[in-house]
């Protein structure tokens, strides 16, 4: 199929000249975290390693700080840390991508990328259509769009999209996200000997099945493969109630483990675990590497969320990837840990070893900043409860009595502070990743991930880290001030 696209793509690329002053000039933009040149970033896409380099691509708005037509926006890296802009890989201009390239998946075969996505189309009557698209490339930076490859089947509403594809047993498969006719949420089966000729199969998992009662009327995103021999299913769904601490968010994303029978199409799993606690984690796609490691980004925001009173849209430009993560299946559930390749931004090693965190405020000699990685490892623990403050308004607390881990941030509208938490039956250690306007936290190695955006009053965010202990904990720990190599 020609591409007519070269016209829709100046305009993006004289967008960015224009906005790069203004964009660049914001000091909430982050320092190692990918993010959009200008406009809104959702959805990670088409992760993959190809001819030995990492490609993540991204859903992407350049026009507005809000969703609206979507562009698959593109960043190329040698390891993981250090990212390169390529050029814009797919333009909505095309009958079947007309109003959004949506969310898809990447794969290698014969040295060829091959990426699947969604073509959203909509009517005059903002009626909407969703066409599971391919596009291929031979030296991963331009894309020739092969059209439609799936068609919505009966039974199924236009939400009908996110097609992430992998190889098994010599057949490739592709999963998509799906809602049916009666409103429910589904992950369904497809498969292909040669990429172009899609079966379906059936449904996989849905918001009815497995023993789930009306859990979602819409699941986005779903990605499934196979760690620590079982098939781990991730997704998005959409319309889950808060229960306690959990489901807190707008939309979720989470997991299920269990086994896949393929011939049947039957996924047998267990209960929805949420992947990550803090306030800014939405639609995560994995990949795996030439080493071998499942990695997963997310999209460090959510759908709908402030996004007229976000900071950062007075300067064009909204929303970023998480750190890329390694997961490994461990004590029964999914760890994430950050790439070990992140360690390539540290410099400025600060070691305290052995430091009593007792009942009034400590704050450790030159231990401060407002960039930094910040290692706590727990050595003696004889207190009730135990908080880190960093900067002004976010504080990471663990009390002992309620078994309950908690991040505490100063939200975008206002004044109010505002909590996430989860239990946790005890803390060993924390992790700490802090861009100037991000936080991840990484609790005992992984075994919860809490990711937000933070924004602290820029002329008061003296950059403090501080310790409050009730009680007294015994640490070692460790800071580094972190490169910037994003802009
Ligand atoms: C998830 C999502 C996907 C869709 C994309 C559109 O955030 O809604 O389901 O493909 O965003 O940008």
């Keep these: 199929m020609t591409q007519r696209n070269s016209a829709k793509k100046e305009l993006v690329y004289k967008r960015i000249d224009s906005c790069k002053e203004v964009v660049t000039a914001d000091p909430n933009r982050l320092h190692y975290h990918i993010m959009p040149p200008v406009g809104l970033l959702n959805d990670p896409n088409g992760f993959v390693f190809f001819k030995g380099k990492y490609h993540v691509f991204y859903q992407w708005n350049p026009f507005e700080t809000k969703h609206g037509i979507k562009y698959w926006g593109h960043y190329i890296s040698d390891d993981l840390v250090h990212w390169e802009t390529a050029p814009i890989a797919l333009a909505p201009d095309q009958w079947f991508d007309k109003d959004g390239c949506y969310s898809g998946s990447a794969v290698v075969k014969n040295d060829k990328l091959y990426v699947f996505y969604t073509g959203n189309v909509k009517d005059e009557s903002n009626n909407r259509e969703s066409y599971q698209c391919m596009a291929i490339s031979e030296n991963g930076i331009t894309f020739v769009k092969k059209g439609p490859v799936i068609h919505v089947p009966e039974g199924y509403t236009a939400h009908f999209r996110d097609p992430k594809v992998f190889c098994k047993n010599g057949l490739w498969y592709m999963v998509i996200g799906a809602q049916t006719s009666k409103g429910e949420g589904e992950v369904v089966l497809y498969s292909s000997s040669d990429l172009e000729n899609w079966d379906f199969l059936g449904p996989l998992a849905g918001s009815n099945k497995n023993g789930l009662h009306d859990f979602g009327y819409m699941w986005e995103c779903p990605d499934l493969f196979e760690l620590g021999n079982r098939d781990i299913l991730i997704i998005s769904p959409q319309g889950l109630k808060p229960e306690g601490y959990k489901y807190n968010n707008i939309y979720q994303a989470g997991y299920f483990s269990g086994k896949v029978e393929y011939t049947h199409v039957t996924y047998d799993h267990g209960t929805f675990t949420e992947l990550d606690r803090g306030f800014d984690f939405y639609a995560p796609q994995t990949a795996i590497d030439h080493t071998g490691r499942r990695l997963l980004f997310g999209w460090m925001g959510n759908a709908e969320e402030g996004e007229s009173s976000h900071p950062t849209t007075n300067h064009h430009w909204i929303h970023a990837l998480t750190l890329p993560r390694q997961l490994k299946w461990r004590h029964g559930r999914l760890f994430q840990y950050p790439a070990e390749e992140l360690k390539l931004l540290r410099k400025n090693e600060m070691t305290f070893n052995e430091v009593n965190l007792s009942e009034q405020e400590t704050k450790l000699p030159g231990l401060n900043g407002n960039v930094f990685e910040l290692n706590i490892s727990i050595k003696e623990w004889k207190a009730t409860s135990f908080s880190v403050v960093v900067g002004k308004n976010n504080k990471i ?59 602290d009053e820029i002329s008061t965010n003296d950059g403090r880290i501080y310790f409050f202990v009730n009680g007294m904990v015994t640490a070692d720990i460790q800071k580094w001030d972190l490169n910037q190599v994003c802009k």
Excluded: A, W
């Design 397 to 455: 607390s663990y009390n002992q009595p309620t078994n309950t881990f908690s991040f505490q941030r100063k939200s975008f509208n206002g004044d109010n502070l505002e909590s996430r938490h989860c239990l946790l039956k005890e803390l060993k250690s924390i992790r700490v990743f802090k861009d100037t306007s991000s936080i991840e936290i990484f609790v005992n190695e992984g075994e919860e991930v809490f990711s937000s955006r933070v924004f």
